[in-house]
């Protein structure tokens, strides 16, 4: 099974950016569908954001439209999620999620997530 480790979270002004970096430790990195998550406390995990294993298609969540972008590199078998202009509502610890191996399913869902990585907080101060 894969390992996730993610990387890049903490604490931020409002306004701000941060990059998140999760690295896989399997190849080939393209046989997984990609996604971040993220759960404040006393709420649900929720998505956030997914590309495909391609990468050729990518889907966010509202609120983060236009503010993240979710990326990735096969050769160093990681995943990135840029955020921008970061708001005090971001703050969670953000999760790295892949799909089980060769999966059409890119996870939108919790119940699309084959493998989690252990989180990474994001605090975004006002």
């Known amino acids: 099974q894969v390992h996730l480790e993610e990387s890049g979270g903490g604490l931020v002004q409002s306004g701000g950016s941060l990059r998140l970096s999760c690295t896989a430790s399997?190849?080939?990195?393209?046989?997984?569908?990609m996604a971040w998550f993220r759960q404040s406390p006393g709420k649900e995990r929720e998505f956030v954001a997914s590309i495909s294993r391609s990468g050729d298609s990518t889907n966010y969540e509202d609120s983060v439209k236009g503010r993240f972008t979710i990326s990735r590199d096969d050769d160093k078998n990681q995943v990135y999620l840029q955020m921008n202009s970061l708001k005090p509502g971001d703050t969670a610890v953000y999760f790295c999620?892949?799909?089980?191996?060769?999966?059409?399913?890119?996870?939108?869902?919790?119940?699309?997530?084959?493998?989690w990585g252990q989180g990474t907080q994001v605090t975004v101060s006002s």
């Open positions: 399997r190849r080939p990195f393209s046989t997984y569908g």
């Open positions: 999620a892949a799909s089980p191996p060769y999966s059409v399913v890119v996870p939108t869902l919790l119940s699309h997530v084959g493998t």
